[in-house]
């Protein structure tokens, strides 16, 4: 019986011994480290690949937002985005695909609607978008409804529209997407692609005012 009991009681003194250990290690020393190489090596991408503007976060480079003016360069579509209808504690917008086959209707009738209005709203007096340039990723959302770049073709049919909303020549806004304009990673992984919110800002830069839209709120 007390042989028992020693054995017991050692037992629970080194699973207790253990748990301590583990949770020195595994709940403070390597979180701790895990942060501290990731603040030391890359420190951006650590704290969430924050962007800025006027001294304030408005955003991540990693998010898509909504809601922009036409004064402004406008995100891909976010069909699949829907609020939160079960806790009302909280105002959420859920992100999400739209989940409608290349041959569904109701997704055909989208990408017509989204064709005319990109149409319309990136024709200018002196520039007409023609059906043929629209590109995929203006009338389509993304997987995620988050996607925070748009292609090089869709902010080249935005340009016209955001120079002549905003008093700027075609060249300018037109540098602007050229200096946004990120390769392919590696040279050969993905597309070329540009923020919409970093060019955005640029553009807000350029011409101070107060924006229609605030730049990192939807």
């Known amino acids: 019986m007390n042989n028992s009991f020693v054995n017991t009681a050692r037992l629970l003194g080194a699973g207790l011994r253990a748990l301590l250990v583990l949770t020195v290690l595994t709940g403070f020393l390597y979180p701790l480290a895990v942060t501290g190489v990731a603040q ?46 079960v806790n009302k504690q909280y105002a959420l917008i859920l992100s999400g695909a739209t989940n409608r086959s290349a041959d569904n209707p109701e997704l055909v009738k989208w990408v017509k609607e989204a064709k005319a209005e990109v149409i319309k709203d990136n024709s200018t007096a002196d520039y007409k978008v023609r059906p043929s340039q ?40 037109e540098k602007l997407v050229e200096e946004r304009t990120s390769g392919r990673t590696l ?32």
């Open 134 to 173: 629209v590109p995929a990723d203006a009338v389509t959302s993304s997987g995620s409804g988050l996607d925070p770049d748009i292609s090089p073709a869709y902010a080249d049919i935005q340009v016209h529209r955001v120079a002549e909303r905003n008093g700027l020549s075609v060249a300018q806004v």
């Open 40 to 85: 030391a090596i890359f420190p951006t991408k650590a704290n969430g690949s924050e962007i800025k503007a006027d001294g304030k976060v408005v955003g991540s480079s990693l998010i898509g937002q909504q809601g922009y003016s036409l004064d402004y360069f406008q995100p891909r579509p976010a069909n699949g985005l829907g609020e939160n209808s």
């Open 187 to 218: 040279g050969f992984v993905g597309e070329p692609r540009v923020n919409v919110l970093e060019l955005n800002i640029a553009v807000r830069e350029l011409v101070p005012r107060t924006p229609t839209t605030e730049l990192g709120h939807t």
